[in-house]
Nanobody, 120 residues
């Protein structure tokens, strides 16, 4: 079992910055043993991938956030981050952290989500 807890959401002005955190706990050897990342879901829309770590730590980003958002991780804290720079109103959504343990293919864990609202 893996538990994920997101934090850092809130209200941010367009052009500002915000950092989301996702702390993992449970039965795993290291966060490097899991593909992890962030999805988001805006009202009335499907959940979409924002950024993630894949095999060998390769990162991938949604085209809409490339150059503005950065995903990072700290193995010593079992935490991944999403640095959101220059957010736009269309980035407003609930952001969910996920984890895919490589030892258990097909099993995905989700956090509870954190609300991000971009507005002036």
């Amino acid at each position: 079992q893996v538990q994920l807890v997101e934090s850092g959401g809130g209200l941010v002005q367009p052009g500002g910055s915000l950092r989301l955190s996702c702390a993992a706990s449970g039965s795993f050897s290291s966060i490097y043993s899991m593909d992890m990342g962030w999805y988001r879901q805006a009202p009335g829309k499907q959940r979409e991938l924002v950024a993630g770590f894949g095999p060998f730590g390769i990162t991938n980003y949604a085209d809409s956030v490339k150059g503005r958002f950065t995903i990072a991780r700290d193995n010593t804290k079992n935490t991944i981050y999403l640095q959101m720079n220059s957010p736009k109103p269309e980035d407003t959504a609930i952001y969910f952290c996920y984890a895919d343990p490589t030892v258990n293919p097909g099993r995905r864990y989700w956090g509870q989500g954190t609300q991000v609202t971009v507005s002036s």
